[in-house]
């Protein structure tokens, strides 16, 4: 058995291993390009790239997300006693987006991973009726 712990604990893990390193390869690249421009390693001229720059950033940010929120979903879901109000904390923080969303079609898990969150979610709802009755 896995050692439980608080949503909010869940929450803070999720906010640095997701969302910090989104911040940074979203904003990393065009400051970075920006830094290379200013000191005279890449010519004004080659200004106009910086859309681009920060498109691409973007891009590899959301790849990152796609990636890391499923993994950290059932890393957390197999630690928390009440993933509802996990589900809810995460949405309220920007962390993930609500069930049926759009964007959240854009996650990038196996079919086991995804199994794997069906599953621990199912017998959550399962212990909660249980505990409830």
Not at 34 to 58: D, K, N
Not at 92 to 99: F, K, N, Q, R, S
Request: proline share 5%.
């Amino acid at each position: 058995m896995r050692p439980t712990i608080s949503v909010g604990r869940a929450i803070l893990v999720g906010l640095l291993a997701v969302n910090a390193p989104v911040f940074s390869l979203m904003i990393g690249p065009i400051w970075l390009f920006a830094q290379f421009v200013e000191h005279g390693a890449i010519s004004r001229a080659y200004s106009w790239m910086s859309p681009f720059v920060f498109a691409g950033g973007f891009a590899v940010a959301w790849l990152w997300w796609s990636l890391s929120v499923p993994r950290w979903r059932v890393w957390s879901y197999e630690r928390v006693t009440d993933v509802a109000a996990l589900k809810t904390r995460a949405v309220e923080v920007g962390l993930t987006w609500p069930d049926g969303h759009v964007f959240a079609r854009t996650e990038i898990k196996s079919k086991e991973l995804a199994r794997r969150e069906r599953d621990l979610e199912t017998s959550q709802q399962c212990r909660t009726r249980h505990t409830a009755e």
